[in-house]
């Protein structure tokens, strides 16, 4: 019974593509982010939606995109892939409570990208 | 600006020796705590959190973490370290970010535990 789950654990490809990493959760959380965790093990986080609604969009570079079909959801978009994108990306979701700062936050899996 | 420091990159424990991971926030307001490990090819678990009351928190395989306002730390304890304990743990402190709730994280301690 996973939480939070993360599809493709690891994803290796070429400079330029186009890719997704997919991120499901079945808690019935509100809000659902993607972080990113460089080469250091420095997490930052990129996004945040709650119910569907994109309310955290950090200084991330337009080439990553993500969509929310549904509050269980919330895909990543990366187009273009660059070197520097070579990272582990980490979903996770929480309750909702948005507006304080007590929600808790559970995470996937991550995925790691390796670009070459 | 909020920010969390974990001074230790790197602590060795012997395996059944006591442990303590160091971690300092500065923010502004009052803090809600958490403490995160990720091991070796895991997503990351929560251990524990404060937000209020009893300063001393109790969390899963046996931590504990303790929250001293007047040194802005929020150290992470084990009183004996399992093998299994061998991961990088994160200290995290809840923000605020455009009217919502984030996490800014500290840089990690990767914990080795020597037989």
């Known amino acids: 019974d996973t939480a939070v789950s993360q599809t493709p654990k690891y994803l290796v490809t070429q400079m330029g593509n186009d890719k997704s990493i997919k991120c499901e959760q079945n808690?019935?959380?509100?809000?659902m982010y993607w972080y990113k965790q460089d080469s250091k093990k420095f997490l930052k986080i990129m996004f945040s939606y709650n119910n569907k609604e994109l309310i955290i969009n950090e200084t991330v570079p337009n080439r990553f995109s993500p969509k929310s079909p549904d509050k269980a959801h919330l895909n990543l978009h990366i187009n273009s892939l660059e070197l520097g994108d070579s990272a582990v990306y980490f979903c996770a979701s929480s309750q909702g409570r948005s507006r304080v700062r007590t929600d808790t936050q559970y995470f996937g899996p991550g995925t790691r990208l390796t670009v070459l | 600006a909020q920010s969390v420091t974990q001074p230790d990159i790197h602590i060795t424990v012997s395996e059944g020796a006591s442990l303590e991971l160091r971690c300092n926030y500065s923010?502004?307001?009052?803090?809600?705590l958490f403490w995160y490990v990720q091991s070796p090819g895991q997503g990351l678990q929560l251990l524990l959190k404060?937000?209020?009351?009893?300063?001393l928190v109790q969390g899963i395989k046996g931590f504990e973490a303790e929250f001293k306002r007047s040194q802005s730390s929020f150290n992470l304890r084990k009183p004996s370290v399992h093998w299994s304990d061998a991961a990088e743990y994160f200290c995290a402190v809840g923000i605020m970010n455009s009217g919502y709730s984030t996490l800014t994280f500290g840089k990690g301690t990767m914990l080795l535990v020597s037989p």
């Open positions: 404060y937000f209020s009351g009893d300063t």
């Open positions: 808690l019935g959380h509100d809000t």
């Open positions: 923010y502004g307001a009052t803090p809600y």
